[in-house]
T-cell receptor, first 112, second 113 residues
Framework: EDKVVQSPLSLVVHEGDTVTLNCSYE??????LLWYKQEKKAPTFLFML????IEKKSGRLSSILDKKELFSILNITATQTGDSAVYLC????????????FGTGTRLQVFP | ETGVTQTPRHLVMGMTNKKSLKCEQH?????MYWYKQSAKKPLELMFV???????ENNSVPSRFSPECPNSSHLFLHLHTLQPEDSALYLC????????????FGPGTRLTVL
């Protein structure tokens, strides 16, 4: 059965800290891995990763995929209180391009 | 402001009621989705419509009935729900596939009494 596991489930840090969020997966015919940030309600898209070893960056956020070891990490440097959210990892498989399998998310809380 | 709107934002209903959730997107997308997010569970895909045709029903109970009259509108009709159906229901859309940038609506918080 396809599954996506995120860790840690919850993380509390102070502003300025650097955090690493983990996402591991077991999916037949992997196609892509996506990271979302969910604040209050609707998730917003962060990154899509399809190739191993190629880092994607957006400001203080970066992410990389390891297709051999079946995981991805999301790094946030110099965290700010506005980074507080649930970070969702999702994986899409080739056999059904309409389906994303989500992890439970990592809840990040950043305190001043 | 999201290009995907959902109404109502909050809904409280009894187990014998019939209600409908509405989703609308003005992004010219061809694919629309219903997701369910329950507390402490992964986001669950419920239904997928592509060019108004249902392409996926993710083993959703028949008390949930989707309707897609055109590529801009998506409904979720609710009938004889159970308290465990209380959750946040998110609508989303993407150009054609779920791994493209997907826009999510703000969600409807549903409480079944």
């Amino acid at each position: 059965e396809d599954k996506v596991v995120q860790s840690p489930l919850s993380l509390v840090v102070h502003e300025g800290d650097t955090v690493t969020l983990n996402c591991s997966y077991e999916v037949t015919n992997f196609r892509s891995l996506l990271w979302y940030k969910q604040e209050k309600k609707a998730p917003t898209f962060l990154f899509m990763l399809t190739s191993s070893g190629i880092e994607k960056k957006s400001g203080r956020l970066s992410s990389i995929l390891d297709k051999k070891e079946l995981f991805s990490i999301l790094n946030i440097t110099a965290t700010q209180t506005g980074d507080s959210a649930v970070y969702l990892c999702a994986v899409e498989a080739y056999y059904n391009t309409d389906k994303l399998i989500f992890g439970t998310g990592t809840r990040l809380q950043v305190f001043p | 402001e999201t290009g995907v709107t959902q109404t109502p934002r909050h809904l409280v209903m009894g187990m014998t009621n019939k209600k409908s959730l509405k989703c609308e997107q003005h992004l010219g997308h061809n694919a629309m989705y219903w997701y369910k997010q329950s507390a402490k569970k992964p986001l669950e895909l419920m239904f997928v419509y592509n060019f108004k045709e249902q392409t996926e029903n993710n083993s959703v109970p028949s008390r949930f009935s989707p309707e897609c009259p055109n590529s801009s509108h998506l409904f979720l009709h609710l009938h004889t729900l159970q308290p465990e159906d209380s959750a946040l229901y998110l609508c989303a859309s993407s150009q054609d596939r779920a791994d493209e940038v997907t826009e999510f609506g703000p969600g409807t918080r549903l409480t079944v009494l």
